[in-house]
């Protein structure tokens, strides 16, 4: 079935808004969905529409699924910053970015948005910036676009309620991996962290 004819008859919204946060290298997307009696359409990802709006290409795509309860994060890579690019199909996340780039007016500070199947609403978090969620419902299947490969031996690991950052999680006591459970603070690995825009 070709494009044209899926959104022959829909009604909704026409246009994909790109929406920069209160961390202005973060943007939040909605997507414009068309609708009808049949269900509906929309274009999850267009390389020039999204480039256009200031996000890069990606490399790779991953998907994740986790149970009720569950926080991953914050995870970031040093070396080989990864830009993301996150959406739900089917249940609701709590995703956060957090700004980790040394000189940054913004570092140590971070933003956050419910997305879901439901509103259809992607988050582009950019290299220089930790990522976690968790997971609101019973489950959440999270897709991810990414710019660069994952190295293990890159990545650091940020712990979720650290004081310094004081993210206002929708959850107090929540399921861990080991690494997450066993992560320092932002002070803790500071020196380790990128500086700015160059290193991004």
């Given at each position: 079935?070709?494009?044209?004819?899926?959104?022959?008859?829909?009604?909704?919204?026409?246009?994909?808004?790109?929406?920069?946060?209160?961390?202005?290298?973060?943007?939040?997307?909605?997507?414009?969905?068309?609708?009808?009696?049949?269900?509906?359409?929309?274009?999850?990802?267009?390389?020039?529409?999204?480039?256009?709006?200031?996000?890069?290409?990606?490399?790779?795509?991953?998907?994740?699924?986790?149970?009720?309860?569950?926080?991953?994060?914050?995870?970031?890579?040093?070396?080989?910053?990864?830009?993301?690019?996150?959406?739900?199909?089917?249940?609701?996340?709590?995703?956060?970015?957090?700004?980790?780039?040394r000189?940054?007016?913004?570092?140590?500070?971070?933003?956050?948005?419910?997305?879901?199947?439901?509103?259809?609403?992607q988050?582009?978090?950019?290299?220089?910036?930790?990522?976690?969620?968790?997971?609101?419902?019973?489950?959440?299947?999270?897709?991810?676009?990414?710019?660069?490969?994952?190295?293990?031996?890159?990545?650091?690991t940020?712990?979720?309620?650290?004081?310094?950052?004081?993210?206002?999680?929708?959850?107090?006591?929540?399921?861990?991996s080991?690494?997450?459970?066993?992560?320092?603070?932002?002070?803790?690995?500071?020196?380790?962290?990128?500086?700015?825009?160059?290193?991004?």
């Amino acid at each position: 079935m070709s494009e044209g004819d899926t959104q022959a008859g829909c009604s909704g919204e026409k246009e994909t808004r790109f929406i920069p946060q209160a961390l202005p290298e973060v943007i939040l997307i909605e997507p414009a969905v068309w609708r009808d009696e049949r269900g509906y359409f929309l274009e999850s990802y267009n390389p020039g529409d999204w480039q256009e709006a200031g996000i890069p290409g990606f490399i790779q795509d991953n998907h994740s699924s986790s149970e009720r309860g569950v926080l991953r994060g914050l995870h970031a890579q040093i070396q080989q910053p990864q830009g993301k690019l996150v959406r739900v199909v089917e249940g609701e996340i709590y995703d956060v970015a957090v700004d980790i780039r040394r000189e940054s007016p913004g570092f140590g500070k971070w933003v956050a948005v419910h997305l879901s199947a439901e509103n259809f609403r992607q988050l582009y978090i950019p290299p220089g910036f930790a990522h976690g969620f968790c997971v609101l419902g019973h489950t959440a299947q999270v897709l991810y676009k990414v710019t660069s490969p994952y190295d293990p031996t890159d990545e650091i690991t940020i712990a979720w309620n650290d004081p310094q950052l004081a993210i206002d999680w929708p959850v107090t006591d929540p399921v861990l991996s080991k690494k997450d459970a066993g992560a320092g603070n932002l002070a803790d690995i500071a020196e380790r962290l990128p500086g700015g825009e160059d290193d991004s």
